[in-house]
């Protein structure tokens, strides 16, 4: 039960789960419920889901629905923040500029607003999890994409149209292989879970990477964590690899350093769970990158909050949009 301060709901809404949490203010969840999001049945099918989601977690909590004061949701980009419309999502087929916050505020009659997946996690570690403390501190998740959150001065940056903190993005090589969206050379293809997986597969091809092709013939498809497995079992070519996606992660985090001072460097996503083996490399890399100072200033760290990251971001989100009255 709340003790009588707002409420609020966390929408994460994943390419594979719709996770939704119900908290207040300070973070301290009440309630929760989660489902599978089944993206392939489409928009009108998933936003039905997210609506009985968020009634299942206000019934966990013992609250009514007409209790919560707003709700965040965070999704995967590219979407328009200020509309609260998602536009061209690559793991949402069918969504096409869809009018998720308005559309659930009138499911719901919950004032909600929408913001950008990794924001919502750097949010969420600053305010609640590892980043806390720090006012200025920058995010990186590294899962199958590689994304971000840049925190100044206590406030998330979100540039002139919402699309700040693709760290992702940061060019670490003039050519190689194309990211997501599209470009040459960007640190999300070459040091991403996604990433380290085609190019296991072209190893794999050559004759290489024996021991992680066994793994992935008995548990496929070849991903990051098989051929983290193959390399934790004596693999030197498969622990070889997770290091060269370690030293790019490391230009990366140079580039963020020398460029915003942080206080704070917080990691988050499935692959930086790889541990030493990556971030012993990046972080080596890192110092011989940055300026000394910068790196000397800077604390790196793992993110806490794991895959409620999102959710709780997205609180938090709401709850600073509503004490700014701009929801
Ligand atoms: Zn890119």
Redesign the pocket.
Known sequence: MSDGGDVFAGIDLGGTKILVLIAGADGRVLGQARVATQAAQGPEAVIARIADTVRAAAADAQIELSTIRAAGVSAPGPIDVAEGVITDPPNLPGWHNVPLAKTLHDRLAIPTLLENDANCQGVAEHQFGAGRGYADMIFITVSTGIGGGIIINNELYSGTSGAAGEV??IGVSIDGPT?G?G?VG?L?AFASGTAIAARAKEMIAAGGLIRTARLAEHDPPVSAKTVFLAGQQGEAEATALIESAGRYLGIGLASLINIFNPQAIVIGGGVANMGETILGPAVETARTRAFAQSFTDVRIVEGELGERAAALGAIAVARDAVAKARI
């Open positions: 992702g993005h990211c969206a470009h960007c999300e």
